[in-house]
């Protein structure tokens, strides 16, 4: 697996949630609403023998409106959502990739992401992906 | 003498290569032990007999037509004896390789909800183990 590759893929799936603006990679900057698609947090080589398989932990986060209103909840609660055409782990795990053979979105950490000194409601999804280790 | 990682290990059964879906495999070789001890000893006296073999390949799931379940139900199903070749230390010429006829007595598919689906094997050995060294 090619890692920008992956982090393409992933944001380009991210880009059909209608509104969420998408960088698949860390930008120094963002308007909410907006998807980050970071540096995997882990990995692991040689998940089988002769480099059959590699797999990856990728964080995507989601960053809203400011804290304190209400509408952020409520955006976020639909990002967030098991189900619906805003939810990041439906949306990701129906996708159709080429980079990797799996994916799988777990339950995100809730966070405040820091724009230009306002903070902004976030969650952190951590999202696996299994492939090819050597084709 | 150098430590060797499992990482290049090379797996094969019935000339299907699976190393690509497998993550663990073992072989256990024994030998049958008899009894001999006569009155008048202090300790058990042991005489040996045949050898058996049992292997063990685990891995990954993998729809293609080359993967794991597709070779290893049919191999199960059949109930035919067929070639295993395990390479510990990988391919290449001179390292060792294990090469014995087996027959697949066991296949399970692990399908666990948080994790990839697994699999596993097990193996009968039947007849000697040939240990020759990988050819050039």
Same mark, same amino acid.
Do not use: C
């Given at each position: 697996?090619?890692?920008?590759?992956?982090?393409?893929?992933?944001?380009?799936?991210?880009?059909?949630?209608?509104?969420?603006?998408?960088?698949?990679?860390? %930008?120094?900057?963002?308007?909410?609403?907006?998807?980050? %698609?970071?540096?995997?947090?882990?990995?692991?080589?040689?998940?089988?023998?002769?480099?059959?398989?590699?797999?990856?932990?990728?964080?995507?986060?989601?960053?809203? =409106?400011?804290?304190?209103?209400?509408?952020?909840?409520?955006?976020?609660?639909?990002?967030?959502?098991?189900?619906?055409?805003?939810?990041?782990?439906?949306?990701?795990? !129906?996708? !159709?990739?080429?980079?990797?053979?799996?994916?799988?979105?777990?339950?995100? /950490?809730?966070? %405040?992401?820091?724009?230009?000194?306002? /903070?902004?409601?976030?969650?952190?999804?951590?999202?696996?992906?299994? =492939?090819?280790?050597?084709? | 003498?150098?430590?060797? &990682?499992?990482?290049?290990?090379?797996?094969?059964?019935?000339?299907?290569?699976?190393? *690509?879906?497998?993550?663990?495999?073992?072989?256990?070789?024994?030998?049958?032990?008899?009894?001999? @001890?006569?009155?008048?000893? *202090?300790? &058990?006296?042991?005489?040996?007999?045949?050898?058996?073999?049992?292997?063990?390949?685990?891995?990954?799931?993998?729809?293609?037509?080359?993967?794991?379940?597709?070779?290893? @139900?049919?191999?199960?199903?059949?109930?035919?004896?067929?070639?295993?070749?395990?390479?510990?230390?990988? @391919?290449?010429?001179?390292?060792?390789?294990?090469?014995?006829?087996?027959?697949?007595?066991?296949?399970?598919?692990?399908?666990?909800?948080?994790?990839?689906?697994?699999?596993?094997?097990?193996?009968?050995?039947?007849?000697?183990?040939? @240990?020759?060294?990988?050819?050039?």
């Amino acid at each position: 697996m090619n890692l920008a590759n992956v982090m393409d893929e992933i944001a380009g799936r991210l880009s059909t949630i209608e509104g969420l603006r998408v960088f698949a990679w860390p %930008v120094g900057t963002l308007t909410p609403p907006g998807a980050v %698609v970071g540096y995997p947090a882990d990995g692991q080589y040689d998940e089988t023998y002769g480099r059959g398989a590699d797999s990856m932990t990728i964080p995507v986060v989601i960053v809203v =409106g400011r804290v304190s209103e209400r509408a952020s909840r409520d955006l976020l609660a639909a990002y967030v959502d098991g189900s619906g055409a805003r939810s990041i782990k439906t949306v990701l795990e !129906t996708g !159709t990739y080429t980079t990797f053979d799996t994916i799988r979105v777990q339950w995100p /950490d809730f966070d %405040v992401y820091t724009v230009a000194g306002t /903070d902004y409601l976030s969650v952190v999804f951590d999202v696996s992906v299994f =492939g090819k280790g050597s084709s | 003498m150098t430590f060797k &990682h499992s990482k290049d290990t090379y797996v094969s059964i019935d000339d299907v290569d699976i190393s *690509a879906f497998t993550d663990s495999s073992e072989i256990g070789r024994k030998i049958d032990t008899s009894d001999v @001890t006569t009155y008048g000893k *202090a300790s &058990h006296v042991y005489s040996t007999g045949l050898m058996d073999g049992t292997g063990k390949i685990s891995g990954t799931y993998d729809d293609s037509e080359a993967g794991p379940r597709a070779t290893l @139900t049919e191999l199960l199903a059949a109930g035919e004896a067929v070639t295993f070749i395990r390479r510990p230390e990988g @391919t290449g010429a001179g390292l060792p390789q294990d090469s014995v006829s087996v027959f697949v007595t066991s296949y399970t598919e692990t399908n666990a909800v948080a994790d990839m689906i697994k699999w596993s094997v097990d193996l009968q050995f039947s007849g000697d183990v040939d @240990t020759t060294a990988q050819a050039g």
